[in-house]
């Protein structure tokens, strides 16, 4: 296997524009999760999923954001409309059984908001 | 929901001599403790977990140690090299199994 797979590396977009970040899991894989990395706030956990169903999205950051699973192979995080704090390194990984088993991480997606 | 700190933020040693990172957690469901460490640009990945029916485990020059009683546990690393410096991350699951990360311990091994 691949391992997470995740596109685009590199996101350059201008205030306002609508983003779309994606990932596909390891095959077999029962639990996504969608992180933001910053320098100030670390490690967050934006949503996860388990068998493609949301269960915990507390942790997005408001309404401009949102996620979706349509199958077990693929997910996309979308931000709509974007702004400069929304600059981040944004990291999908995917484990077996979730909360209990290593998450694999993704390379993540550097998304810049100028 | 589960909070986890961890300390050092920063942390220089000499090669050759040994790291510790402490971590806390307030959750007394969570029962699964990972490490991660991430590189410079680079993804984070596993490097040891220990659930909670143990109090010790080791890998080589990495171990870890799980203290339930005061809700805290430990990632040691003995003999230091150069290529272990990077960020490592601690983590507990919680009892909604929703892994929650530490801020990250930055440690730099000095040749």
């Known amino acids: 296997d691949a391992g997470v797979i995740q596109s685009p590396r590199h996101e350059v977009t201008e205030m306002g524009q609508e983003v779309t970040l994606r990932c596909k899991p390891i095959?077999?894989?029962?639990?996504l999760f969608w992180y933001r990395q910053t320098m100030m706030r670390g490690l967050e956990l934006l949503i996860y999923?388990?068998?493609?169903?949301?269960?915990?999205d507390s942790g997005m950051p408001e309404d401009r954001f949102s996620a979706k699973m349509p199958n077990a192979s693929f997910s996309t995080l979308k931000i709509q409309p974007s702004e400069p704090r929304d600059s981040a390194v944004y990291f999908c990984?995917?484990?077996?059984?979730?909360?209990?088993?290593?998450?694999?991480f993704g390379q993540g997606t550097r998304l810049t908001v100028v | 929901g589960e909070n986890v700190e961890q300390h050092p933020s920063t942390l220089s040693v000499q090669e050759g001599d040994s790291a510790v990172i402490k971590c806390t957690y307030s959750?007394?469901?969570?029962?699964?403790f990972p490490w991660y460490k991430q590189e410079l640009g680079k993804r984070p990945q596993l490097i040891i977990d220990i659930r909670s029916n143990v109090g010790e485990k080791k890998d080589q020059r990495i171990a870890v140690t799980l203290n339930k009683t005061a809700k805290h546990f430990s990632l040691h690393i003995t003999e230091t090299q150069p290529e272990d410096s990077a960020v490592y991350f601690c983590a507990a699951n919680g009892g909604y199994q929703k892994v929650t990360f530490g801020t990250g311990t930055k440690l730099q091994v000095i040749p």
């Open positions: 095959s077999g894989h029962n639990s």
């Open positions: 959750d007394s469901a969570s029962n699964y």
């Open positions: 990984a995917s484990s077996l059984e979730q909360g209990r088993t290593e998450a694999f």
């Open positions: 999923f388990n068998n493609n169903v949301p269960i915990d």
